[in-house]
């Protein structure tokens, strides 16, 4: 007899830890790895690729989806766990750029509200596309989700932030930075399945959801 998908669940505190810890380690590791205009000068520079976008494809939004889609898979089922992680990135990232003054990207406007805006409707989206996507087997559903939630990142960045900072996209190379962040996200969603299913308590929960939806 079929069986109804049980409703998401809200996320509790007892689990948010997790989230907020490897949001706030990826924002930490991000602001060194990518300080100032290093993600201009790779993108631009020595992959001479177009933008605005290319680094918000390639590396911003891959980054934090890594993230968060690890941390979504944390929660046991649970919602929220995927923008908590996104928050946390976005807040760590600019209240340690702001005490250390440490060099950003001022095109992105990396470290400012609208940072965290971004990468804010970013797990927004993320989370959004794991509940639509839930009678689906993880590889899929993460897969889905990254592709998804990269594109609404690089749009709101498109609509809301480079038009402040660097100017409007070209629609001549719309169709390239698309489809560089389509491979973004799923590089990202990839890895998220592989990692997760190495943890042991990752692959459980991810188990676990995966038996409550099926209908038989």
């Known amino acids: ?18 989230p907020v810890l490897l949001g ?36 911003l939004g891959p980054a934090v989806l890594l993230i968060a889609l690890i941390s979504s898979q944390s929660v046991r089922g649970a919602t ?4 908590l992680a996104s928050l946390a990135f976005a807040a760590t990232y600019g209240v340690l750029a ?3 003054n440490v060099s950003v990207s001022r095109q992105g ?6 940072f965290v805006v971004a990468l804010g409707v970013c797990g927004v989206v993320t989370e959004v596309l794991l509940i639509l ?5 993880s590889p899929w559903r993460l897969l889905l989700a990254a592709c998804g939630a990269n594109t609404g990142l690089l749009v709101f960045y498109w609509i809301a932030i480079f038009p402040r900072t660097k100017g409007w996209v070209s629609w001549e190379d719309l169709p390239l930075l698309l489809a560089l962040n389509l491979g973004g996200g799923a590089i990202a969603g990839v890895a998220a399945w592989v990692v997760s299913s190495r943890i042991p308590i990752l692959a459980g929960s991810s188990r676990g959801r995966e038996s409550d939806v099926r209908t038989r």
């Open 133 to 137: 996507t839930r009678g689906l087997r």
């Open 98 to 100: 702001a005490i250390l």
């Open 80 to 83: 929220g766990g995927a923008l």
């Open 24 to 59: 706030a380690v990826g924002g930490l590791l991000f602001l060194f790895v990518f300080p100032g205009g290093a993600i201009t000068t790779l993108m631009h520079d020595v992959m001479h690729l177009p933008g605005p976008g290319a680094g918000i494809a390639l590396i």
């Open 1 to 18: 007899m079929a069986r109804r998908e049980r409703s998401p669940l809200r996320l509790q505190p007892s689990n948010a830890g997790i």
């Open 109 to 114: 406007m990396f470290g400012s509200i609208w």
